[in-house]
């Protein structure tokens, strides 16, 4: 499939006029559509029956694939504790782990008077639960914007800022807070008014889980 950035790309250069570029979208647009198309005829011959048959010659293969990947996390488990290392993964959840004790997560609950999480678009469930061990009901404070979620690829679920921005925001929580912080003072009005033109036909529910509505959209704020 196209990378989702090289469309991006160039449909920005679309909306700045550029006729050749339009071109070049246009005809990527329809070589995706023709993949999408492919993959669909893919699941259809596959809904026949025939993947029960091919999960079955498949499965050995699977199984040798998790044991190789089983055995391969032991030997550089054991490596990094030969060498007395550990990487950004193991100390989330080497802390988690300590973190299953009530008593330790009593104490730093009582010791953080709050907690503040910039980026919350990028946090992932291991983070989540990290977070949920030590906060009160009332002492979290997190910022976070959808359109900067780029961090999947570390495992980053975007779902967790989308829940909670739309349980906050229905007033559903009656503790907590949705803000809405979409006041611009750095740029003009023709540079927000872009923005919000390309923004608002690329995030709807369907690609993001949200809607780029009045709340979603930048403003231009008073300046003095």
Not at 81 to 88: G, S
Not at 109 to 114: A, D, E, H, I, T
Request: charged fraction near 30%; include cysteine; proline fraction near 2%.
């Amino acid at each position: 499939m196209l990378p989702v950035i090289t469309v991006i790309f160039l449909a920005v250069f679309c909306y700045a006029g550029f006729r050749w570029v339009k071109d070049i979208v246009s005809k990527l647009r329809t070589k995706a559509k023709a993949q999408v198309s492919s993959a669909s005829q893919l699941l259809l011959w596959a809904s026949d029956g025939s993947f029960e048959s091919e999960k079955k010659e498949m499965l050995p293969f699977i199984q040798t694939i998790c044991f190789l990947t089983g055995e391969l996390k032991k030997i550089h488990t054991a490596k990094k504790r030969k060498a007395h290392l550990m990487d950004f993964s193991d100390s989330a959840h080497f802390a988690l782990r300590i973190l299953k004790d009530p008593d330790v997560c009593a104490e730093f609950r009582n010791q953080f008077k709050y907690i503040f999480i910039d980026e919350y678009q990028d946090s992932n469930y291991v983070q989540e639960a990290l977070i949920n061990s030590i906060r009160r009901e009332n002492n979290v404070f997190m910022v976070g914007d959808i359109k900067q979620g780029i961090y999947e690829f570390r495992f980053a679920e975007t779902e967790i800022f989308l829940e909670k921005y739309k349980r906050y925001k229905s007033g559903e929580d009656k503790l907590s807070l949705a803000i809405d912080l979409n006041q611009n003072y750095r740029s003009k009005r023709p540079v927000i008014d872009f923005v919000n033109n390309v923004f608002s036909r690329m995030i709807t529910e369907e690609t993001m889980g949200m809607r780029y509505d009045e709340g979603a959209m930048l403003h231009e704020g008073d300046r003095p």
